[in-house]
């Protein structure tokens, strides 16, 4: 079993930035993958950004440029830079692990952008 819990989220305005943090209870070095993903009232989960075991990076085009993933191996602990803040981000960040074909998920953070 692996737990994630996110951090960092809030009310901002357009045009600020945020950085949320996911905090894993097993190595996050370990995992396939890590990624963030988020959801709008109303809308379906969408996958935001994800990197991989080898540090490959991939993002959503919506975010593209604005957010960066990273992660520290030492700390256990993914993060998504998020700049250039949109109204249209606001949505309920949640975090994910895929470990050995196990998915895994956090609580999941607010992110709230106003105009």
């Known amino acids: 079993q692996v737990q994630l819990v996110e951090s960092g989220g809030g009310l901002v305005q357009a045009g600020e930035s945020l950085r949320l943090s996911c905090a894993a209870s097993?190595?996050?070095?370990?995992?396939?993958?890590m990624g963030w993903y988020r959801q709008a009232p109303g809308q379906e989960r969408e996958f935001v950004a994800g990197?991989?075991?080898?540090?490959?990076?991939k993002y959503a085009d919506s975010v593209k440029g604005r957010f960066t993933i990273s992660r520290d191996n030492a700390k256990n602990i993914v993060y998504l830079q998020m700049n250039s803040l949109k109204p249209e981000d606001t949505a309920v960040y949640y975090c994910?692990?895929?470990?050995?074909?196990?998915?895994?998920w956090g609580q999941g953070t607010q992110v709230t952008v106003s105009s």
């Open positions: 097993r190595s996050i070095f370990s995992a396939d993958v």
């Open positions: 994910k692990g895929i470990y050995r074909s196990h998915d895994y």
């Open positions: 990197i991989v075991r080898g540090a490959t990076t």
